[in-house]
């Protein structure tokens, strides 16, 4: 048939069109037999647009008993012409119909969002999965998705239905459908939502169902993780002795930080993680084991934690073992000071360290620091600690300790094994009724550095030590200014107080130690030790002092000051005072000594005058080598004391007598050296004279050429007194 003629007739203009379609669709193409009549006029009418028309039309052809009932496009044109012009009708033509092309259809009924229709048209041609995808994402309904899959039981089926069962939540029902589908490829999935969904149990038998298919590290780790949420401890260690591929350190901390315990425990201990495991059983309060599990690791922080756990959980006797690791490291020990302490555990961190002493690696830190800790705990026992091992001390640490806790004994013994001793006397003196001992600080003085402290010191022993005051002294005195140490007893007033100090130091004849202790004999009228005093140290004040006591009461005491004048060379005044007090004696050794012919003489004439005449005798004899003779016997003579003056005439011609034998002598003597030296002069000339004849004669000179031949002999030799000497030879000896 002819399109065009089609087109003409089945224009909407043509008023016998409808009659047209009627006649067609009714009775000629049912009744043809030629496809190529058929095929125009459907083609007729699909260019005419005419879905309705077209739907009669083929319901004609296919739905009746026709030639053409079971041609495949045919049957495809009508269901897709009823799905864009009349949907109500497409599923009476899926059910009717067989021989048509049900993907494509079905694809074109979803699209056309008849979703019952498509899921027919699958279901009918045996395509599940389309059909239960049809189920799921476009009827959204999970419970017929269900009941198809367990229809169909196909693993496709199942696993279509799992994937959106997982989508919604429905964790437990998702696993179990992939369990069905025998599906191992959407574990990473399945276990993510198993976890959020907390359904382990589940989990468990997913993951052995994977495991079954594959060999992936993630699967034996969740699994292991698995058996721990539900508690089956038992599976896990069975699972890991078998051949497994999971990352068991992973999962263990895992299980560790999710406080799983017990089955980390039985993961690290697989593993030999000792350090983990350690600290596992601290969390399950497992001591002894976790101590055990320490000493394996031999980790620092392993007995820290181990250490630190049995603390608070007051297994003192676990800690110390542990600590005893803990505190051999020097970087560790504080940490561990610290943490007992903040908790309160003095005495059994003293234990601990007390303990640590004996250890083959003890260092100076623990010493230190249970030192520090007697310092604040056990106060009886810091200062045997220190004396026993001071050279094993941090002594500035303890220093710092002991004067923070106000142990000042200690305190200044540190100071002295430090050399510190400058501040070892400042503590004892700051602190004596703690911290002073005599003999102590008399070591510690003589040592200090600052010349201050000296001073100090004096002041300190004079107000609290007066009575061991002379004995810090004399241990000073090499090192003190005497000058400055009277000055300050004399500003106190307590110069008798030191007086043995100045006796002791006197030999340096220091001014001001002279002069104290002067006073101080003056004052207890001790003469003969002023007059010692005076004799053997002359650095002070000699006329000052003569002064002060030539009208003391004491006769003793004016006869010093005489005595101080002489010695001054005040010899007038020296006379004036011993004769003012008729010490004869004293003045005539006084005008003796002065050597002043003058002084003696009129000593003589004051003894004339006073008429003491024994006086005047003894003053010749006491002033002989000053007492002109004249002079002596002119006044004896004058003042009828020639028998006083007597026995000086006879010593005096005694004394010249003797001087006359004296030079008479010695002028006999003069003379016998004179003789003597002349005899030896002659002696040593007769020696000489001998020697000479003694000696052998001079050999002739050889013959000068020209002149005659021979020599002629030497001429005799004579004179000084010795005979001529033959011409050869020596002289003929004698027979004995």
């Given at each position: 048939?002819?399109?065009?003629?089609?087109?003409?007739?089945?224009?909407?203009?043509?008023?016998?069109?409808?009659?047209?379609?009627?006649?067609?669709?009714?009775?000629?193409?049912?009744?043809?037999?030629?496809?190529?009549?058929?095929?125009?006029?459907?083609?007729?009418?699909?260019?005419?647009?005419?879905?309705?028309?077209?739907?009669?039309?083929?319901?004609?052809?296919?739905?009746?008993?026709?030639?053409?009932?079971?041609?495949?496009?045919?049957?495809?044109?009508?269901?897709?012409?009823?799905?864009?012009?009349?949907?109500?009708?497409?599923?009476?033509?899926?059910?009717?119909?067989?021989?048509?092309?049900?993907?494509a259809v079905g694809e074109v009924a979803v699209e056309a969002q008849l979703?019952?229709?498509?899921?027919?048209?699958?279901?009918?041609?045996?395509?599940?999965?389309?059909?239960?995808?049809?189920?799921?994402?476009?009827?959204?309904?999970?419970?017929?998705?269900?009941?198809?899959?367990?229809?169909?039981?196909?693993?496709?089926?199942?696993?279509?239905?799992?994937?959106?069962?997982?989508?919604?939540?429905?964790?437990?029902?998702?696993?179990?459908?992939?369990?069905?589908?025998?599906?191992?490829?959407?574990?990473?999935?399945?276990?993510?939502?198993?976890?959020?969904?907390?359904?382990?149990?589940?989990?468990?038998?997913?993951?052995?169902?994977?495991?079954?298919?594959?060999?992936?590290?993630?699967?034996?780790?969740?699994?292991?993780?698995?058996?721990?949420?539900?508690?089956?401890?038992?599976?896990?260690?069975?699972?890991?002795?078998?051949?497994?591929?999971?990352?068991?350190?992973?999962?263990?901390?895992?299980?560790?930080?999710?406080?799983?315990?017990?089955?980390?425990?039985?993961?690290?201990?697989?593993?030999?993680?000792?350090?983990?495991?350690?600290?596992?059983?601290?969390?399950?309060?497992?001591?002894?084991?976790?101590?055990?599990?320490?000493?394996?690791?031999?980790?620092?922080?392993?007995?820290?934690?181990?250490?630190?756990?049995?603390?608070?959980?007051?297994?003192?006797?676990?800690?110390?073992?542990?600590?005893?690791?803990?505190?051999?490291?020097?970087?560790?020990?504080?940490?561990?000071?610290?943490?007992?302490?903040?908790?309160?555990?003095?005495?059994?961190?003293?234990?601990?360290?007390?303990?640590?002493?004996?250890?083959?690696?003890?260092?100076?830190?623990?010493?230190?620091?249970?030192?520090?800790?007697?310092?604040?705990?056990?106060?009886?026992?810091?200062?045997?600690?220190?004396?026993?091992?001071?050279?094993?001390?941090?002594?500035?640490?303890?220093?710092?300790?002991?004067?923070?806790?106000?142990?000042?004994?200690?305190?200044?013994?540190?100071?002295?094994?430090?050399?510190?001793?400058?501040?070892?006397?400042?503590?004892?003196?700051?602190?004596?009724?703690?911290?002073?001992?005599?003999?102590?600080?008399?070591?510690?003085?003589?040592?200090?550095?600052?010349?201050?402290?000296?001073?100090?010191?004096?002041?300190?022993?004079?107000?609290?030590?007066?009575?061991?005051?002379?004995?810090?002294?004399?241990?000073?005195?090499?090192?003190?200014?005497?000058?400055?140490?009277?000055?300050?007893?004399?500003?106190?007033?307590?110069?008798?107080?030191?007086?043995?100090?100045?006796?002791?130091?006197?030999?340096?004849?220091?001014?001001?130690?002279?002069?104290?202790?002067?006073?101080?004999?003056?004052?207890?009228?001790?003469?003969?030790?002023?007059?010692?005093?005076?004799?053997?140290?002359?650095?002070?004040?000699?006329?000052?002092?003569?002064?002060?006591?030539?009208?003391?009461?004491?006769?003793?005491?004016?006869?010093?000051?005489?005595?101080?004048?002489?010695?001054?060379?005040?010899?007038?005044?020296?006379?004036?005072?011993?004769?003012?007090?008729?010490?004869?004696?004293?003045?005539?050794?006084?005008?003796?000594?002065?050597?002043?012919?003058e002084l003696a003489e009129e000593l003589l004439v004051y003894f004339i005058?006073?008429?003491?005449?024994?006086?005047?005798?003894?003053?010749?004899?006491?002033?002989?080598?000053?007492?002109?003779?004249?002079?002596?016997?002119?006044?004896?003579?004058?003042?009828?004391?020639?028998?006083?003056?007597?026995?000086?005439?006879?010593?005096?011609?005694?004394?010249?007598?003797?001087?006359?034998?004296?030079?008479?002598?010695?002028?006999?003597?003069?003379?016998?050296?004179?003789?003597?030296?002349?005899?030896?002069?002659?002696?040593?000339?007769?020696?000489?004279?001998?020697?000479?004849?003694?000696?052998?004669?001079?050999?002739?000179?050889?013959?000068?050429?020209?002149?005659?031949?021979?020599?002629?002999?030497?001429?005799?030799?004579?004179?000084?007194?010795?005979?001529?000497?033959?011409?050869?030879?020596?002289?003929?000896?004698?027979?004995?």
């Amino acid at each position: 048939m002819d399109a065009e003629l089609w087109e003409k007739v089945l224009n909407p203009d043509n008023v016998y069109r409808r009659q047209l379609i009627d006649q067609v669709v009714s009775t000629a193409l049912p009744e043809s037999k030629s496809p190529e009549q058929v095929s125009a006029a459907v083609k007729a009418f699909m260019t005419a647009d005419l879905p309705h028309e077209l739907i009669e039309l083929l319901e004609k052809i296919v739905l009746q008993n026709s030639a053409f009932s079971g041609n495949f496009n045919l049957q495809n044109l009508l269901i897709l012409t009823a799905i864009k012009a009349d949907p109500s009708r497409v599923m009476d033509y899926i059910n009717r119909l067989d021989n048509f092309d049900g993907p494509a259809v079905g694809e074109v009924a979803v699209e056309a969002q008849l979703y019952e229709e498509a899921f027919a048209i699958f279901k009918k041609f045996n395509l599940n999965v389309q059909a239960v995808n049809v189920l799921l994402d476009n009827i959204q309904s999970i419970e017929r998705a269900v009941e198809f899959a367990f229809r169909v039981e196909e693993d496709a089926v199942w696993s279509q239905v799992a994937k959106a069962q997982l989508r919604e939540g429905m964790v437990s029902e998702a696993i179990e459908s992939f369990i069905r589908a025998d599906d191992a490829t959407e574990f990473l999935d399945v276990i993510r939502a198993a976890e959020m969904a907390d359904v382990y149990h589940d989990l468990v038998r997913y993951l052995l169902m994977v495991r079954q298919k594959a060999k992936e590290p993630k699967v034996d780790s969740e699994l292991i993780y698995a058996y721990a949420k539900i508690d089956r401890l038992g599976d896990i260690e069975e699972f890991i002795l078998m051949p497994n591929v999971a990352n068991l350190q992973n999962v263990g901390d895992r299980l560790y930080d999710e406080a799983l315990y017990e089955a980390a425990k039985i993961i690290f201990a697989f593993i030999s993680n000792w350090a983990k495991l350690a600290c596992t059983l601290v969390k399950l309060r497992q001591f002894q084991g976790a101590v055990d599990a320490a000493r394996k690791a031999n980790s620092s922080k392993t007995w820290k934690e181990v250490c630190f756990a049995c603390v608070d959980a007051e297994e003192f006797r676990l800690a110390q073992i542990c600590g005893l690791n803990i505190i051999i490291q020097v970087d560790d020990l504080e940490e561990v000071s610290d943490y007992y302490q903040n908790r309160g555990c003095f005495n059994e961190l003293i234990s601990l360290m007390e303990s640590g002493l004996g250890l083959e690696r003890a260092h100076m830190g623990i010493f230190t620091e249970l030192g520090v800790l007697y310092a604040r705990y056990r106060p009886e026992k810091l200062m045997e600690h220190i004396k026993l091992f001071s050279t094993r001390l941090n002594i500035p640490k303890l220093i710092r300790a002991c004067d923070e806790q106000q142990h000042w004994k200690e305190l200044t013994y540190l100071y002295i094994q430090y050399d510190e001793f400058d501040n070892a006397a400042t503590t004892i003196m700051n602190h004596s009724p703690e911290a002073w001992d005599h003999m102590q600080f008399k070591d510690v003085a003589v040592k200090v550095a600052n010349v201050e402290l000296y001073y100090k010191a004096v002041h300190f022993y004079l107000q609290e030590h007066p009575d061991l005051i002379n004995d810090l002294l004399n241990v000073l005195a090499l090192k003190v200014d005497h000058t400055r140490v009277v000055d300050i007893m004399r500003k106190a007033d307590y110069l008798h107080l030191v007086k043995p100090y100045m006796v002791a130091v006197q030999s340096n004849n220091v001014a001001a130690v002279n002069e104290a202790l002067n006073a101080i004999y003056v004052e207890e009228e001790d003469y003969d030790r002023l007059r010692e005093s005076i004799d053997m140290h002359d650095n002070f004040d000699q006329i000052g002092l003569a002064q002060k006591i030539e009208k003391h009461e004491l006769l003793e005491m004016r006869r010093v000051a005489a005595y101080i004048y002489k010695k001054a060379g005040r010899w007038k005044q020296s006379i004036a005072l011993s004769k003012k007090d008729n010490l004869y004696k004293d003045a005539m050794e006084t005008c003796s000594q002065s050597g002043d012919r003058e002084l003696a003489e009129e000593l003589l004439v004051y003894f004339i005058e006073k008429g003491k005449k024994e006086c005047f005798a003894s003053c010749l004899f006491v002033c002989y080598d000053l007492i002109r003779p004249d002079v002596a016997v002119e006044l004896a003579w004058m003042n009828n004391m020639i028998d006083f003056a007597f026995p000086y005439l006879l010593q005096f011609i005694r004394e010249y007598t003797g001087k006359v034998d004296e030079l008479v002598k010695d002028k006999l003597e003069a003379l016998s050296e004179v003789k003597a030296k002349e005899k030896e002069e002659k002696d040593i000339l007769a020696q000489q004279n001998m020697y000479a004849q003694l000696l052998p004669l001079a050999l002739p000179a050889p013959p000068i050429p020209g002149m005659g031949g021979g020599f002629a002999p030497p001429p005799p030799m004579g004179g000084m007194g010795m005979p001529p000497m033959p011409p050869f030879g020596m002289p003929p000896m004698g027979s004995y």
